[in-house]
């Protein structure tokens, strides 16, 4: 099982320009979560899925949007990159409740110029 | 919101101290978990406290949920190298799990 992977690791953007991050999971997991982490602010969640087909907004989901169109993948999209979205980024999947143990990726580095 | 505070933000101790992380929230919790992140790694899971007034160990870690089930902490005895990095808890109640924004760990050999 490889369990939760993110491609890419490293990315580098300019202003403006668009990306989608991608999550896969190979656990059959129902709950997926995607994060950010600044120095100093600790795993801020973005957006999250309760399952296939479902979405729903986190703490700071400003300039992001997802989709779920299968259960193993959950995709995070940048539709005009700012530096402010300079950060690592993390996905991470629980199986059926909201409280289940997170199994986190190994985080993604965008760098917005 | 929901918000789950943890002090101290950062710690620096000499190999063979012990440590310890407190984790409180706004809130009562169901259940809190806590994370360990290695400098340059992701966050992995280390344990879950469901009860009120539990305690576990692991080895030489010790972690306790409160009476109220508001608060909860984290104690490493005699610190090692390998115990360098930062540790999350996380809470909820009806939405997904809240992080605290976690205490970073030094060790001094």
């Known amino acids: 099982n490889a369990g939760v992977t993110q491609t890419p690791k490293f990315r580098v953007l300019k202003t403006g320009q668009s990306m989608t991050l991608l999550c896969a999971q190979d656990?059959?997991?129902?709950?997926m979560y995607w994060y950010r982490q600044d120095p100093g602010m600790g795993l801020r969640l973005i957006h999250y899925s309760v399952g296939e087909g479902t979405t729903a907004k986190g703490e700071v989901p400003d300039g992001y949007n997802v989709s779920r169109l299968k259960k193993q993948n959950f995709l995070l999209g940048l539709e005009s990159a700012a530096p402010s979205q300079t950060s690592v980024y993390f996905c991470?999947?629980?199986?059926?409740?909201?409280?289940?143990?997170?199994?986190f990726g190994p985080g993604t580095r965008l760098t917005v110029l | 919101g929901q918000q789950v505070m943890q002090i101290p933000q950062y710690q620096h101790v000499q190999e063979g101290e012990d440590f310890t992380t407190y984790c409180n929230s706004s809130?009562?919790?169901?259940?809190i978990q806590w994370y360990k992140q290695r400098p340059g790694g992701h966050p992995v899971f280390l344990i879950q406290l469901v009860k009120s007034g539990e305690v576990k160990k692991q080895k030489r870690l010790t972690f306790q949920f409160g009476e109220a089930k508001k608060n909860s902490s984290l104690h490493i005895t005699a610190t090692q190298t390998t115990d360098v990095g930062t540790y999350f808890c996380?809470?909820?109640?009806?939405?997904?799990?809240?992080f605290g924004k976690g205490t970073r760990l030094s060790v001094i050999a």
């Open positions: 656990m059959n997991h129902e709950y």
């Open positions: 996380a809470g909820g109640v009806n939405t997904p799990l809240v």
């Open positions: 991470a999947s629980s199986f059926g409740h909201a409280h289940d143990t997170q199994y």
């Open positions: 809130t009562t919790l169901s259940n």
